[in-house]
Protein backbone atom coordinates (compact mmCIF):
# COMPACT_ATOMS: atom_id res chain seq x y z
CA UNK A 1 0.00 0.00 0.00
CA UNK A 2 2.64 2.25 0.95
CA UNK A 3 4.20 1.96 -2.91
CA UNK A 4 0.78 3.09 -4.15
CA UNK A 5 0.80 5.71 -2.26
CA UNK A 6 3.78 6.78 -3.99
CA UNK A 7 6.00 7.34 -0.67
CA UNK A 8 3.25 9.53 0.43
CA UNK A 9 1.37 8.84 3.83
CA UNK A 10 -1.65 9.47 2.58
CA UNK A 11 -3.56 9.02 -0.88
CA UNK A 12 -4.75 12.14 -0.68
CA UNK A 13 -0.96 13.89 -0.51
CA UNK A 14 -0.49 12.27 -3.64
CA UNK A 15 -3.07 13.29 -5.11
CA UNK A 16 -2.58 16.81 -3.98
CA UNK A 17 0.72 16.47 -5.51
CA UNK A 18 -0.25 15.26 -8.54
CA UNK A 19 -2.14 18.41 -9.42
CA UNK A 20 0.18 20.26 -11.61
CA UNK A 21 -0.18 16.62 -14.07
CA UNK A 22 -4.18 16.70 -13.37
CA UNK A 23 -4.59 20.41 -15.09
CA UNK A 24 -1.89 19.90 -17.51
CA UNK A 25 -2.96 16.21 -18.69
CA UNK A 26 -6.35 18.02 -18.83
CA UNK A 27 -5.19 20.23 -21.29
CA UNK A 28 -3.14 18.20 -23.16
CA UNK A 29 -4.35 17.70 -26.74
CA UNK A 30 -6.61 20.25 -26.53
CA UNK A 31 -4.87 22.52 -29.01
CA UNK A 32 -3.38 22.04 -32.12
CA UNK A 33 0.12 23.41 -33.24
CA UNK A 34 -1.01 26.89 -33.32
CA UNK A 35 -2.38 26.97 -29.82
CA UNK A 36 -5.74 27.25 -30.94
CA UNK A 37 -8.39 25.24 -29.02
CA UNK A 38 -9.73 22.07 -30.52
CA UNK A 39 -12.66 20.18 -29.06
CA UNK A 40 -14.20 17.99 -32.11
CA UNK A 41 -14.03 15.11 -29.37
CA UNK A 42 -17.32 16.64 -28.04
CA UNK A 43 -19.22 15.54 -30.62
CA UNK A 44 -22.12 18.02 -29.85
CA UNK A 45 -23.93 19.47 -32.98
CA UNK A 46 -22.42 23.08 -32.87
CA UNK A 47 -25.78 24.48 -33.92
CA UNK A 48 -26.74 23.67 -30.49
CA UNK A 49 -23.85 25.28 -28.80
CA UNK A 50 -24.50 28.56 -30.63
CA UNK A 51 -28.77 28.81 -29.94
CA UNK A 52 -27.51 27.49 -26.07
CA UNK A 53 -28.69 30.74 -24.06
CA UNK A 54 -28.81 29.61 -20.68
CA UNK A 55 -26.55 27.06 -18.58
CA UNK A 56 -27.05 25.54 -15.94
CA UNK A 57 -24.42 22.99 -13.80
CA UNK A 58 -25.26 20.22 -11.68
CA UNK A 59 -23.08 18.43 -9.48
CA UNK A 60 -22.88 17.67 -5.62
CA UNK A 61 -20.12 18.48 -2.97
CA UNK A 62 -16.37 19.89 -4.50
CA UNK A 63 -17.68 19.39 -8.42
CA UNK A 64 -20.33 21.73 -7.59
CA UNK A 65 -17.84 24.04 -6.10
CA UNK A 66 -15.94 23.73 -9.31
CA UNK A 67 -19.03 24.93 -11.44
CA UNK A 68 -19.35 27.40 -9.01
CA UNK A 69 -15.52 29.09 -10.15
CA UNK A 70 -16.47 28.24 -13.81
CA UNK A 71 -19.42 30.61 -13.32
CA UNK A 72 -17.54 33.41 -13.21
CA UNK A 73 -14.99 32.58 -16.24
CA UNK A 74 -17.84 31.56 -18.47
CA UNK A 75 -20.54 34.34 -18.10
CA UNK A 76 -17.33 36.58 -18.42
CA UNK A 77 -16.57 34.74 -21.64
CA UNK A 78 -19.42 33.64 -23.51
CA UNK A 79 -22.05 36.20 -22.11
CA UNK A 80 -24.61 33.28 -21.27
CA UNK A 81 -26.31 32.98 -17.88
CA UNK A 82 -25.10 30.09 -16.15
CA UNK A 83 -26.34 28.62 -12.96
CA UNK A 84 -24.88 26.33 -10.42
CA UNK A 85 -27.10 24.02 -8.70
CA UNK A 86 -26.82 21.11 -6.63
CA UNK A 87 -28.05 18.13 -7.98
CA UNK A 88 -30.18 17.01 -4.85
CA UNK A 89 -31.86 20.68 -5.33
CA UNK A 90 -31.86 20.75 -9.25
CA UNK A 91 -33.97 17.42 -9.62
CA UNK A 92 -36.86 17.95 -6.92
CA UNK A 93 -37.83 21.71 -8.32
CA UNK A 94 -39.26 22.41 -11.54
CA UNK A 95 -36.25 23.79 -13.43
CA UNK A 96 -36.98 25.74 -16.51
CA UNK A 97 -35.53 24.07 -19.03
CA UNK A 98 -35.87 24.29 -23.02
CA UNK A 99 -33.94 22.91 -25.67
CA UNK A 100 -31.65 26.06 -25.74
CA UNK A 101 -30.30 24.75 -22.32
CA UNK A 102 -27.34 23.28 -21.94
CA UNK A 103 -27.05 21.44 -18.67
CA UNK A 104 -23.34 20.65 -17.94
CA UNK A 105 -23.10 17.72 -15.26
CA UNK A 106 -19.82 18.33 -13.73
CA UNK A 107 -18.98 14.59 -11.57
CA UNK A 108 -15.61 12.76 -10.80
CA UNK A 109 -16.82 9.62 -10.55
CA UNK A 110 -19.62 9.73 -13.23
CA UNK A 111 -21.77 7.07 -10.38
CA UNK A 112 -23.14 10.07 -7.81
CA UNK A 113 -26.70 9.22 -7.83
CA UNK A 114 -28.24 12.90 -7.34
CA UNK A 115 -26.24 13.81 -10.31
CA UNK A 116 -27.72 10.79 -12.48
CA UNK A 117 -31.07 11.39 -11.31
CA UNK A 118 -30.68 15.13 -12.34
CA UNK A 119 -29.03 14.52 -15.77
CA UNK A 120 -32.46 12.54 -16.58
CA UNK A 121 -34.68 14.70 -15.15
CA UNK A 122 -32.72 17.27 -17.71
CA UNK A 123 -32.87 15.11 -20.58
CA UNK A 124 -36.34 14.79 -20.16
CA UNK A 125 -37.63 18.43 -20.65
CA UNK A 126 -35.42 18.32 -23.42
CA UNK A 127 -32.17 19.97 -22.40
CA UNK A 128 -29.42 18.77 -24.03
CA UNK A 129 -26.76 17.35 -21.32
CA UNK A 130 -22.65 17.65 -21.36
CA UNK A 131 -20.89 15.76 -18.69
CA UNK A 132 -17.40 16.47 -17.57
CA UNK A 133 -16.45 13.54 -16.07
CA UNK A 134 -13.11 12.22 -14.85
CA UNK A 135 -14.25 8.29 -15.40
CA UNK A 136 -14.04 6.93 -18.97
CA UNK A 137 -17.65 5.04 -19.23
CA UNK A 138 -19.13 5.84 -15.96
CA UNK A 139 -23.01 6.62 -15.77
CA UNK A 140 -23.19 10.04 -16.08
CA UNK A 141 -21.30 10.63 -19.68
CA UNK A 142 -23.45 7.67 -21.02
CA UNK A 143 -26.46 8.91 -20.52
CA UNK A 144 -25.53 12.28 -21.82
CA UNK A 145 -25.67 13.68 -25.04
CA UNK A 146 -21.92 14.83 -25.06
CA UNK A 147 -18.93 14.07 -22.18
CA UNK A 148 -15.93 16.45 -22.03
CA UNK A 149 -13.19 14.02 -19.69
CA UNK A 150 -11.21 15.37 -17.40
CA UNK A 151 -7.76 13.89 -16.77
CA UNK A 152 -6.69 13.58 -13.38
CA UNK A 153 -6.22 9.90 -12.96
CA UNK A 154 -7.79 7.86 -10.32
CA UNK A 155 -8.82 9.66 -7.29
CA UNK A 156 -8.72 7.40 -4.05
CA UNK A 157 -8.58 9.53 -0.94
CA UNK A 158 -12.41 10.57 -0.67
CA UNK A 159 -11.98 14.05 -0.57
CA UNK A 160 -11.45 15.15 -3.98
CA UNK A 161 -8.14 17.52 -4.46
CA UNK A 162 -6.62 16.88 -8.46
CA UNK A 163 -10.01 16.10 -9.73
CA UNK A 164 -11.39 19.89 -8.82
CA UNK A 165 -8.45 21.58 -10.14
CA UNK A 166 -8.74 19.27 -13.24
CA UNK A 167 -12.77 20.16 -13.30
CA UNK A 168 -12.33 24.14 -13.34
CA UNK A 169 -9.52 23.41 -16.11
CA UNK A 170 -12.23 21.59 -18.39
CA UNK A 171 -14.82 23.77 -17.44
CA UNK A 172 -12.66 26.71 -18.56
CA UNK A 173 -11.63 24.73 -21.98
CA UNK A 174 -15.43 24.45 -22.59
CA UNK A 175 -15.89 27.92 -21.94
CA UNK A 176 -13.26 29.55 -24.27
CA UNK A 177 -14.99 26.82 -26.73
CA UNK A 178 -18.03 28.47 -26.97
CA UNK A 179 -17.03 31.71 -26.44
CA UNK A 180 -15.19 30.91 -29.95
CA UNK A 181 -18.01 29.19 -31.78
CA UNK A 182 -20.47 32.12 -31.03
CA UNK A 183 -17.92 35.09 -31.68
CA UNK A 184 -17.75 36.04 -28.50
CA UNK A 185 -14.35 36.34 -27.91
CA UNK A 186 -11.32 36.46 -30.72
CA UNK A 187 -9.08 33.63 -31.80
CA UNK A 188 -6.04 35.19 -30.39
CA UNK A 189 -7.95 36.18 -27.35
CA UNK A 190 -8.30 32.32 -26.85
CA UNK A 191 -4.82 31.79 -27.84
CA UNK A 192 -4.22 33.80 -24.93
CA UNK A 193 -6.27 32.86 -22.09
CA UNK A 194 -4.73 29.00 -23.12
CA UNK A 195 -1.52 30.40 -22.68
CA UNK A 196 -2.14 31.22 -19.41
CA UNK A 197 -3.49 28.13 -18.55
CA UNK A 198 -0.95 26.21 -19.76
CA UNK A 199 1.35 28.00 -17.23
CA UNK A 200 -0.89 26.94 -14.43
CA UNK A 201 0.72 23.26 -13.86
CA UNK A 202 3.95 25.53 -13.29
CA UNK A 203 2.52 27.89 -11.12
CA UNK A 204 0.23 25.07 -8.84
CA UNK A 205 3.88 23.52 -8.47
CA UNK A 206 5.22 26.85 -7.16
CA UNK A 207 2.60 26.61 -4.30
CA UNK A 208 3.68 22.60 -3.38
CA UNK A 209 7.42 23.66 -3.26
CA UNK A 210 6.16 25.93 -0.60
CA UNK A 211 3.52 24.43 2.01
CA UNK A 212 5.52 24.40 5.25
CA UNK A 213 4.23 27.50 6.63
CA UNK A 214 1.03 26.05 6.28
CA UNK A 215 1.23 22.68 7.47
CA UNK A 216 2.78 24.70 11.14
CA UNK A 217 0.25 26.44 10.99
CA UNK A 218 -2.45 23.12 10.94
CA UNK A 219 -0.71 22.08 13.51
CA UNK A 220 -0.99 25.30 16.00
CA UNK A 221 -4.43 25.76 14.95
CA UNK A 222 -5.70 21.70 15.27
CA UNK A 223 -7.50 22.62 18.18
CA UNK A 224 -9.80 25.38 16.90
CA UNK A 225 -13.27 25.09 17.06
CA UNK A 226 -14.00 26.48 14.28
CA UNK A 227 -12.72 28.06 11.24
CA UNK A 228 -13.65 30.77 8.61
CA UNK A 229 -12.85 31.43 5.87
CA UNK A 230 -13.61 34.13 3.51
CA UNK A 231 -13.71 35.12 -0.40
CA UNK A 232 -15.32 37.44 -2.92
CA UNK A 233 -15.42 36.45 -6.78
CA UNK A 234 -13.55 33.54 -7.72
CA UNK A 235 -12.31 33.52 -4.29
CA UNK A 236 -16.15 32.29 -2.90
CA UNK A 237 -16.12 29.07 -4.15
CA UNK A 238 -12.69 28.92 -2.64
CA UNK A 239 -13.61 29.41 0.45
CA UNK A 240 -16.15 26.98 0.28
CA UNK A 241 -13.89 24.70 -0.50
CA UNK A 242 -11.54 25.32 1.97
CA UNK A 243 -14.48 24.79 4.43
CA UNK A 244 -16.03 21.56 3.06
CA UNK A 245 -12.64 19.79 3.10
CA UNK A 246 -11.83 21.12 6.88
CA UNK A 247 -15.51 19.53 7.69
CA UNK A 248 -14.97 16.77 5.66
CA UNK A 249 -11.21 15.81 6.84
CA UNK A 250 -10.68 17.10 10.41
CA UNK A 251 -14.68 17.04 11.39
CA UNK A 252 -14.17 20.97 12.11
CA UNK A 253 -16.82 23.14 11.94
CA UNK A 254 -15.72 25.53 9.18
CA UNK A 255 -18.02 27.82 7.31
CA UNK A 256 -17.38 30.09 3.59
CA UNK A 257 -18.25 33.12 3.29
CA UNK A 258 -18.70 35.54 0.38
CA UNK A 259 -16.07 38.46 2.38
CA UNK A 260 -19.23 41.02 0.84
CA UNK A 261 -22.30 39.08 3.26
CA UNK A 262 -19.98 39.82 6.81
CA UNK A 263 -21.90 42.26 7.50
CA UNK A 264 -25.13 41.09 7.05
CA UNK A 265 -24.48 38.69 9.73
CA UNK A 266 -21.16 36.54 9.94
CA UNK A 267 -18.94 39.02 11.51
CA UNK A 268 -21.59 38.50 14.29
CA UNK A 269 -19.46 35.01 14.86
CA UNK A 270 -16.43 36.62 15.30
CA UNK A 271 -14.65 36.69 18.74
CA UNK A 272 -11.21 36.60 20.03
CA UNK A 273 -8.65 34.20 18.46
CA UNK A 274 -11.19 33.41 15.63
CA UNK A 275 -9.13 31.99 12.60
CA UNK A 276 -10.41 33.09 9.47
CA UNK A 277 -8.64 32.53 6.14
CA UNK A 278 -9.13 35.09 3.83
CA UNK A 279 -8.34 34.85 0.05
CA UNK A 280 -7.34 37.97 -1.31
CA UNK A 281 -7.76 38.54 -5.20
CA UNK A 282 -4.45 39.48 -7.53
CA UNK A 283 -4.11 43.58 -6.81
CA UNK A 284 -4.50 43.91 -10.59
CA UNK A 285 -7.83 42.72 -10.09
CA UNK A 286 -10.73 44.19 -11.92
CA UNK A 287 -12.51 47.21 -10.28
CA UNK A 288 -11.86 47.03 -6.76
CA UNK A 289 -12.38 43.95 -5.60
CA UNK A 290 -8.38 43.33 -4.07
CA UNK A 291 -8.88 46.88 -1.63
CA UNK A 292 -12.35 45.42 -0.47
CA UNK A 293 -11.50 42.18 0.28
CA UNK A 294 -8.10 43.36 1.88
CA UNK A 295 -10.47 45.88 4.58
CA UNK A 296 -12.83 42.80 4.96
CA UNK A 297 -9.64 41.15 6.46
CA UNK A 298 -8.98 44.62 8.34
CA UNK A 299 -13.05 44.34 9.94
CA UNK A 300 -12.40 40.89 11.44
CA UNK A 301 -8.70 41.85 12.61
CA UNK A 302 -10.35 44.73 14.47
CA UNK A 303 -12.60 42.22 15.96
CA UNK A 304 -9.72 40.10 17.42
CA UNK A 305 -9.84 37.33 14.91
CA UNK A 306 -6.34 35.92 13.18
CA UNK A 307 -6.36 36.57 9.86
CA UNK A 308 -4.58 34.26 7.67
CA UNK A 309 -4.48 35.08 4.40
CA UNK A 310 -3.56 33.92 1.16
CA UNK A 311 -2.14 36.43 -1.70
CA UNK A 312 0.21 37.23 -4.33
CA UNK A 313 3.90 37.49 -3.82
CA UNK A 314 4.84 40.75 -3.43
CA UNK A 315 1.28 41.90 -2.78
CA UNK A 316 2.05 44.12 0.39
CA UNK A 317 -1.11 45.88 0.94
CA UNK A 318 -2.40 42.74 2.92
CA UNK A 319 0.89 42.80 5.62
CA UNK A 320 -1.53 45.07 8.04
CA UNK A 321 -4.39 42.83 7.80
CA UNK A 322 -2.60 39.82 7.96
CA UNK A 323 -1.26 37.49 11.61
CA UNK A 324 -0.04 35.24 8.75
CA UNK A 325 0.22 35.68 4.93
CA UNK A 326 0.36 32.47 2.85
CA UNK A 327 2.10 33.31 -0.50
CA UNK A 328 0.58 32.27 -4.04
CA UNK A 329 2.74 32.62 -7.45
CA UNK A 330 0.81 35.84 -9.67
CA UNK A 331 -1.83 34.77 -12.19
CA UNK A 332 -4.55 36.14 -14.21
CA UNK A 333 -7.55 36.76 -11.74
CA UNK A 334 -9.79 33.95 -12.94
CA UNK A 335 -6.70 31.20 -12.77
CA UNK A 336 -6.42 32.49 -9.42
CA UNK A 337 -8.79 29.60 -7.75
CA UNK A 338 -6.54 26.81 -9.12
CA UNK A 339 -3.37 28.62 -6.87
CA UNK A 340 -5.60 29.74 -4.17
CA UNK A 341 -6.85 26.13 -3.03
CA UNK A 342 -4.14 24.08 -2.49
CA UNK A 343 -2.89 25.38 0.89
CA UNK A 344 -6.15 25.19 2.36
CA UNK A 345 -6.17 21.55 0.83
CA UNK A 346 -3.12 20.81 2.50
CA UNK A 347 -4.00 22.91 5.46
CA UNK A 348 -7.18 20.42 6.28
CA UNK A 349 -4.71 17.35 5.18
CA UNK A 350 -2.82 18.54 8.19
CA UNK A 351 -5.24 19.42 10.55
CA UNK A 352 -7.03 16.47 10.27
CA UNK A 353 -3.37 14.16 10.40
CA UNK A 354 -2.57 16.18 13.35
CA UNK A 355 -5.46 15.35 15.15
CA UNK A 356 -4.82 11.62 14.44
CA UNK A 357 -7.66 10.83 11.86
CA UNK A 358 -7.96 8.55 8.54
CA UNK A 359 -7.18 11.35 5.98
CA UNK A 360 -8.14 8.91 2.86
CA UNK A 361 -11.19 7.81 4.72
CA UNK A 362 -12.63 9.95 6.77
CA UNK A 363 -15.54 8.80 8.94
CA UNK A 364 -19.39 8.66 7.67
CA UNK A 365 -18.18 9.92 3.96
CA UNK A 366 -17.98 7.53 0.84
CA UNK A 367 -15.94 8.49 -2.36
CA UNK A 368 -18.64 8.40 -4.54
CA UNK A 369 -22.76 8.11 -3.28
CA UNK A 370 -25.05 5.96 -5.37
CA UNK A 371 -28.00 6.11 -3.40
CA UNK A 372 -30.29 9.39 -3.26
C1 LIG B 1 -18.83 12.61 -2.44
C2 LIG B 1 -17.36 12.81 -2.20
C3 LIG B 1 -16.94 14.23 -2.54
C4 LIG B 1 -17.34 14.58 -3.96
C5 LIG B 1 -18.85 14.37 -4.16
C6 LIG B 1 -19.23 14.47 -5.63
O1 LIG B 1 -19.58 13.32 -1.51
O2 LIG B 1 -17.05 12.52 -0.85
O3 LIG B 1 -15.51 14.34 -2.43
O4 LIG B 1 -17.02 15.92 -4.23
O5 LIG B 1 -19.21 13.05 -3.76
O6 LIG B 1 -18.66 13.38 -6.31
P1 LIG B 1 -18.56 13.27 -7.86
O7 LIG B 1 -17.92 11.93 -8.11
O8 LIG B 1 -19.96 13.31 -8.41
O9 LIG B 1 -17.75 14.40 -8.34
Known sequence: AAAEKGGYQWFMDKEIHEQPKAVADTL???????????????????????????????????????????????????????????????????????????????????????VVMAVRHAREQGAKVLAICNTQGSTIPREADAALYTHAGPEVAVASTKAFLAQITACYLLGLYLAQLRGNMFADEVRGVLRQLHQMPEAVQTVLDRTEDVRKLARELADAKSVLFLGRHVGFPV??????????????????????????????????????FVIVPSPDSRDSLHAKVVSNAQEVRARGARTIVIAEDGDDAVLGSADVVIRVPRVPTLMAPLVTVVPLQVFAMEVASAKGLDVDQPRNLAKSVTVE
Open 28 to 114: LGRTDASGALILDELRMDTAVLRRTDKIIVIACGTSAYAGHVAKYAVEHWCRIPVEVELASEFRYRDPVLTERTLVVAISQSGESMD
Open 239 to 276: ALEGALKLKELAYLHAEGFAAGELKHGPIALVEDGQPV
